[in-house]
T-cell receptor
Framework: ETGVTQSPTHLIKTRGQQVTLRCSSQSGHNTVSWYQQALGQGPQFIFQYYREEENGRGNFPPRFSGLQFPNYSSELNVNALELDDSALYLC?????????????FGEGSRLTVL | AQTVTQSQPEMSVQEAETVTLSCTYDTSESDYYLFWYKQPPSRQMILVIRQEAYKQQNATENRFSVNFQKAAKSFSLKISDSQLGDAAMYFCAYLVGQGAQKLVFGQGTRLTINP
C-alpha cells in the first residue's frame, strides 16, 4: 500500500506566476483535500474533492483552483502568485466523503514566492 | 466559526517523563470530532489520537491519552513515558460531523524531548 505522495517537494516562483502542485492519493482513497501551512502556523483548509467534484472550500480566493482525476490523483493550481502564497502545501486523502476523520497526509510541497 | 487554540507554543520534557499539551476549541455544533496530529521534522502529518464528541470515555492509544472536557471545550493530550521520537509539532484539530472533511487546526505546540 503506497502512501500519499506530492510533487514537487520544493519550488521557487516569482510574483504573478502560476504554479501547479500534484498529489497522488493513497491507494483506495477517493477523497482528497488540500491545506496551506504558512511558516509557524497550523494548516488551513483550501478545498476538498470527492469523486472528481469539489465538495467543500475554505476561505481562499478563486485563483486557488483544483482538479481531481478519475484515478483520484489531484492538482492544486494557484494563479497570479503573491508573496503571501509562500507556504507548505499539504495534500491529504481519505476514503469516502463522510467524516470518519482519518486523513492521510503527504509530506507537502514547499512553495517560495519571490 | 469554529476555532482551535493551543496556548503553548513550545513545551519540553525529560525523556521517560509525562507531558500534557493543552487545547481549547469553540463550536456551536454537537456532532464533531477532535484530533491530535503530530508533524515531525520530515513534515508528514500523522494522526496520534482521535475523540468523538458523543463519547464520554477519553480516547487512549498506547502512551497517548486525552482528557476531553466537553462542557469546558477542552481537549488536552497526555504523553506518558516520553521518547526521543516524540519530538515534533503537535496540532490539535477539530472536524465538524457533517459535510466536507474540513479540519480546523490550532497553531501547534513544538515539543522537545530532553535526553
Amino acid at each position: 500500500e503506497t502512501g500519499v505522495t506530492q510533487s514537487p517537494t520544493h519550488l521557487i516562483k516569482t510574483r504573478g506566476q502560476q504554479v501547479t502542485l500534484r498529489c497522488s492519493s493513497q491507494s483506495g482513497h477517493n477523497t482528497v483535500s488540500w491545506y496551506q501551512q504558512a511558516l509557524g502556523q497550523g494548516p488551513q483548509f483550501i478545498f476538498q474533492y470527492y469523486r472528481e467534484e469539489e465538495n467543500g472550500r475554505g476561505n481562499f480566493p478563486p485563483r486557488f483552483s483544483g482538479l481531481q482525476f478519475p484515478n483520484y490523483s489531484s492538482e492544486l493550481n494557484v494563479n497570479a502568485l503573491e508573496l503571501d502564497d509562500s507556504a507548505l502545501y499539504l495534500c491529504a486523502s481519505a476514503i469516502g466523503s463522510g467524516n470518519t476523520g482519518e486523513l492521510f497526509f503527504g509530506e507537502g510541497s514547499r512553495l517560495t514566492v519571490l | 466559526a469554529q476555532t482551535v487554540t493551543q496556548s503553548q507554543p513550545e513545551m519540553s520534557v525529560q525523556e521517560a517523563e509525562t507531558v500534557t499539551l493543552s487545547c481549547t476549541y469553540d463550536t456551536s455544533e454537537s456532532d464533531y470530532y477532535l484530533f491530535w496530529y503530530k508533524q515531525p521534522p520530515s513534515r508528514q502529518m500523522i494522526l496520534v489520537i482521535r475523540q468523538e464528541a458523543y463519547k464520554q470515555q477519553n480516547a487512549t492509544e498506547n502512551r497517548f491519552s486525552v482528557n476531553f472536557q466537553k462542557a469546558a471545550k477542552s481537549f488536552s493530550l497526555k504523553i506518558s513515558d516520553s521518547q526521543l521520537g516524540d519530538a515534533a509539532m503537535y496540532f490539535c484539530a477539530y472536524l465538524v460531523g457533517q459535510g466536507a472533511q474540513k479540519l480546523v487546526f490550532g497553531q501547534g505546540t513544538r515539543l522537545t524531548i530532553n535526553p
